[in-house]
């Protein structure tokens, strides 16, 4: 299927034992959303001031969007950068999609694959990515081959300096003024303007809290006034530094009348970058722990999504594109097969129910062979884990810690998990992956 292709073919959401089809209704397509997807890089669960934080970080500005909508209790993401962001641009794990790293040319996403912002766009949206993208460095695996028509940020998973640097515009590269998360939120209030008769998909992938860990110093200074060290420090007042801009993003759509109309999402793209706080979950960044790929994600659209929702559904960033389809009513492009579920039923109260599911993950140790592990599984009660020559098992239920492997006291459970994993690497790794 040829990527440019993209008709009104059948839009189907997939995941084994269970077809779904959703969509808001026909009289959705004349007043649809505006969206402003907003992820961090490399920031934790912990690092949100609600989730117990014991350094007295602001993130008020990110908790506005879960208290004025719904934030999922357990979303999950990849254990690195560019996987997520491919699982979250085209619903499909990330392994399918020719990304198994983060470097070597295994972060480069597939032409073929249909994103979100393909979507879009062939239903009329402007769309604009302002950040970092991690999916392929030349056209067309970047932003602009891949849907967007505006791009302001960087194409690889590292950028070296963050004040007064040079970013990629579109296909030129500019110098900047200021400091880079200034400067990419400069760049999509811009957008929204500009776009503000019309609707707009707003993709703002911040690079922060990634290293290098550089900050103004009065962001760095307030936490190492607290004893931490440099580093976390530097971190923390990134994240505070980030979530003020997020709050401009917040009142450009309030002052522009665009609020009630906008669904606004955040979440992160993996588990903390360094060993800091994270709600006494196992794992950081790289980890197929719990505390590797458990992200917040917040979402709220006034007037549609009920204030303080807490959804306890398992969720994952394959689900982002079915949903924001769903929510949208956009045309309803023939896609690659999706492997995420529309939330909408959720979110929109509708009653509708999900049987029970597996939601995989896999993370790549070095740039040569793709192996079957590390490797995880997670239901609602337990986690699977295989990172050697046995699993571990855990009852996330009883133990949230991971603390105690009861693989010997649930064989059963063991063998299946360990078959189901083992089907389903096979079935996204199909099609050979190379560098």
């Known amino acids: ?76 993401v990849s254990p690195l950068c560019a996987p997520t962001r491919a699982s979250l641009l085209t619903g499909r794990y990330h392994l399918r999609t020719g990304v198994a790293s983060v470097t070597g040319g295994l972060e480069t996403m597939r032409t073929e694959e249909v994103t979100f912002a393909e979507a879009f766009k062939s239903s009329g949206y402007a769309t604009g990515i302002f950040g970092k993208w991690h999916n392929g460095a030349h056209f067309p695996q970047d932003p602009n081959g891949q849907g967007f028509d505006e791009f302001l940020g960087f194409c690889g998973g590292h950028w070296t300096n963050y004040f007064n640097t040079q970013l990629q515009h579109n296909q030129q590269m500019v110098k900047t003024k200021g400091y880079i998360t200034d400067v990419l939120t400069n760049a999509a209030l811009s957008f929204i303007e500009k776009n503000q ?10 690079n922060a809290p990634h ?27 990134m994240v505070e530094n980030m979530d003020e801009n997020i709050g401009r993003v917040l009142r450009k759509l309030t002052d522009l009348n665009l609020r009630n109309n906008t669904i606004v999402i955040f979440l992160t793209d993996n588990g903390p970058n360094s060993q800091r ?17 458990r992200v917040p994600f ?48 959720f979110l929109l109260n509708t009653g509708v129910n999900l049987p029970e599911r597996s939601i995989y993950t896999h993370v790549m140790n070095g740039i040569k062979d793709i192996k079957p592990f590390p490797g995880s599984l997670r ?6 884990v295989r990172d050697s020559a046995r699993g ?15 693989a010997n006291q649930k064989p059963d459970v063991v063998a299946a998990f360990d078959s189901g994993y083992s089907k389903w690497f096979a079935e996204v790794t199909e099609k050979k992956i190379s560098s």
């Open 1 to 76: 299927m040829s990527k440019k292709t993209l008709g009104s073919a059948f839009f189907c959401f997939l995941i084994p034992g269970f077809l779904f089809s959703q969509s808001i209704g026909s009289d959705a397509q004349h007043s649809r959303p505006n969206i402003v997807l907003i992820m961090a890089d490399d920031m934790g669960w912990g690092d949100i001031g609600q989730n117990g934080n014991p350094y007295n970080i602001n993130t008020s500005n990110i908790e506005r969007i879960a208290r004025e909508g719904a934030q999922f209790d357990r979303f999950f």
């Open 197 to 206: 008769k019309k609707q707009f998909l707003c993709y703002i992938p911040y």
């Open 211 to 237: 290293g290098p860990f550089q900050v103004e110093e009065k962001y760095f200074k307030k936490f190492k006034l607290k004893g931490i060290n440099d580093k976390d420090a530097a971190i923390y007042g």
């Open 277 to 293: 706080y994270n709600g006494r979950m196992k794992g950081t960044k790289g980890s197929v722990d719990e505390g590797g790929i």
């Open 298 to 345: 917040y979402i709220s659209w006034p007037g549609k999504i009920k204030a303080n929702t807490v959804i306890k559904q398992l969720a994952a960033a394959i689900d982002i594109f079915p949903t924001l389809a769903a929510l949208s009513g956009i045309s309803r492009p023939k896609t690659l097969p999706l492997d995420g579920v529309s939330l909408a039923p």
């Open 379 to 384: 239901t609602d009660r337990y986690r699977y």
């Open 392 to 406: 571990l098992l855990y009852d996330m239920i009883a133990d949230p810690g991971q603390k105690i492997d009861i």
